[in-house]
DNA sequence: GTGGTCTAGACCACC
DNA sequence: GTGGTCTAGACCACA
């Protein structure tokens, strides 16, 4: 998994929201076994303390299932990981349109410009 | 001006940001007097000290110009303005593909829900 | 035999408790035979040695005797196993009115709103 | 206020229940400035990442609200602390009946012998 | 001074 | 080995 922290702000809702991200594009699948928190910490290269609570987190939130002996695993519940998958697509797009206004452009200019930007550059790869 | 501040990141580079926004959307036009320290740190709710260094920022920017005897005003390159504009524009559009794609989204897929989004709610107004 | 185990505290109390329940409860009669660690373990789904280190406990407070020969079995003494119930029942009676007063409300008040509880809902089946 | 740690338990969720009982008990006033994590921490004989634990899941209960630099408040809201309180208190009364039937009395049983302590020691002194 | 976060290192219970 | 917790000590942003 490819860590991408920011600075200026904490980092632990930057780990749980890109774990999120991984879980609902399907890098991790449902059901499967989750790492170790020693591992994924060693791997972004932070704290245990650290990753351990984007990990409650996401517990939290339902994505994850804790076995205290077992380890951890990516929660079975499909219909839960598709709803959270829409719910972050509604909240990019609805804070996209708003950052374009906010500077000046209609939602319709908005849209056609990212389409513009698609189109050219074939962003769609990697 | 409406002040949208979170929390959890540093307070100044989201008063730059949105000062700029307002900026660049045409709220303050080119040439025109700006508001105290004073009076926008009032308005944000935020210490002096803090809205100082937004200020100051934004004068590195460019965006603002301070004149020792008639206060703050901002710039009249308009061209500095636009382009800052367009570079804001750019950064939002590729953001936004970048998390849909971090969604499991392509970049087709994720300007068609926008595009969808814009279209049933009519959220071109403001 | 209906097993509750809490994650947050140590597992091998909690099953003590809950089979010194049963016994005083009267789930397991004075001088019955008692089912073997391996099937309580299977039963209550946690690690065998968990279970053999309730048993040992059991075994000191003398509610559970261990033959050599003929397996375990629980104490004929019922005066003892008399005794710990109605400690038992104390200990939670106390409990009880020390947690409602910790919440503000006197001890009498504690018993008429349990009182209430049990008239209306018809608390007593199980 | 006085603090009653269980060494078998994690220190933390006893810190928040603490907290709450001592708010819903009115020990604390709606509205009131709340003691700084430091003196929290230092009065309970805890780290300050442990109080800081316990103060961070009482804000997310509505308890009490933070403001990053003058310290903590609690919550104006007396209809959520009095909703707090009773639930609290329905759910002793639930836990306390429901220990006294896994003993094998009865709700009726249970509420007596609650009664009769409460007559006979005045419990509700302290 | 306030709250918030991060790290490093330790210990625990369970398997 | 796993997850969970606690401590001590440090740093940051803000007022």
Redesign the interface.
């Known amino acids: 998994m490819e860590w991408n922290l920011d600075d ?3 980092i632990w ?1 930057q780990l749980r929201e ?1 774990i999120m ?2 879980i ?3 890098e991790y699948k449902p059901g499967d076994a989750f790492p170790t928190v020693r591992d994924l910490a060693q791997d972004a290269g932070v704290n245990r303390n650290t990753m351990q609570r984007a990990m409650a987190e996401l517990e939290g939130d339902g994505l994850l299932i804790t076995n ?1 002996t077992s380890g951890r695993k990516v929660t079975d519940d499909q219909k839960l990981i598709l709803k959270i ?1 829409e719910e ?3 909240k ?6 708003d ?10 200019e ?2 056609k ?3 513009r ?2 189109e050219k550059k074939g ?2 790869d ?1």
Chains 1, 2, 3, 4 share one sequence.
């Open positions: 200026s702000r904490s809702p890109q991200r991984a609902v594009a399907g205290r998958k972050l697509a509604q990019n797009i609805e804070n996209f349109i950052e374009m206004q906010s500077l000046g452009y209609t939602a319709e908005a849209v410009m990212a389409e930007v698609t962003v769609n990697k």
